[in-house]
């Protein structure tokens, strides 16, 4: 049976790269660490840590290091979707080798292919592996709540999904009815901005960037106790923040290094996102420092 204990907040770690491109492992396993210290019960290597940007050598590198770095205090999940089934199939049985707990994956969107090959684009993944998947539900790769439901049919591995296709609100609400009785598990992403209403329609936990570990901790555990207006109270404050890395055309990559610089996980030298990627200018930048200050975030925090 696969793992089906998983929920709370997942951060997706941000890559540390030097102007040069390479990854800082140092500042890496720094990150772990950190994140690991605010009370994460697990940690995501996906889209918001540029995987898509990693050679096939440095996906092990980096699985390898965290998952060591991690040493069992958090479960930690890759995402290992391509283009191509085999490929898929390749990085994921590649991943659990290495130590993964779990994967996510997106379908194939390259070539539009009909339903029934998606179907079995995930079932031979899931058949290849013997840990948990999330399925992936994003704008531009749907999986709709009817789909989701199939796909946890069909095999007990396709358990989770994160669910990100906006509106998402309205999407995680249908696929929380649609599932019926699968035992489909929900997450939120979306880089945590609709955490507490993703709760309130069915999710059991959210995958935001690795940029305030402490403070979506802080909410989840407020919620969980059954303060809500508290765990509202403290999301307000970190609202700002959270609009400002929903970002696109890359420049969020750069936010969540900028912002881990100025808490101390990474070296400013290690702040780069690999091209394509849109850098904030310094009037950006700037706004960034003047909204973790208003939340009464200090530096080195």
């Not at 019926?180 to 955490?195: P, Q, R």
């Amino acid at each position: 049976m696969p793992d089906r204990s998983m929920q709370g907040v997942y951060p997706i770690l941000s890559m540390p790269f030097d102007a040069q491109g390479r990854i800082v492992f140092e500042d890496l396993r720094n990150e772990v660490d950190w994140a690991i210290g605010h009370g994460v019960p697990g940690l995501g290597i996906a889209v918001a840590s540029e995987v898509y940007k990693l050679t096939e050598a440095e996906r092990d590198e980096v699985t390898k290091a965290v998952v060591d770095q991690s040493n069992g205090r958090a479960k930690i999940v890759i995402n290992t979707g391509e283009q191509g089934t085999d490929l898929a199939v390749h990085y994921s049985k590649r991943a659990e080798e290495l130590g993964a707990d779990a994967l996510m994956i997106r379908p194939p969107t390259f070539i539009p292919v009909p339903e029934s090959e998606v179907i079995e684009y995930f079932r031979r993944i899931a058949e290849a592996v013997s840990i948990p998947i999330f399925q992936q539900d994003q704008a531009t790769a749907q999986i709709g709540p009817a789909l989701a439901e199939k796909l946890a049919r069909t095999h007990e591995n396709l358990c989770y999904i994160k669910v990100e296709t906006p509106p998402t609100l309205p999407r995680m609400a249908q696929t929380a009815e649609a599932r019926g009785d699968s035992g489909l598990i929900l997450f939120g992403g979306a880089g945590g901005s609709f955490f507490l209403e993703e709760l309130d329609r069915g999710a059991v936990g959210c995958m935001p960037g690795c940029t305030l570990p402490d403070a979506f901790v802080r909410v989840w555990d407020l919620w969980q106790a059954g303060k809500h207006a508290e765990a509202q109270a403290e999301f307000s404050r970190l609202e700002p923040i959270i609009r400002t890395l929903s970002q696109a055309l890359g420049l969020a990559n750069w936010i969540y290094k900028d912002i881990l610089v100025y808490r101390g996980v990474f070296q400013k030298t290690s702040a780069f996102a690999r091209h394509p990627s849109l850098e904030p200018d310094d009037m950006a930048r700037a706004e960034v420092i003047r909204l973790l200050e208003s939340a009464g975030i200090a530096p080195g925090e």
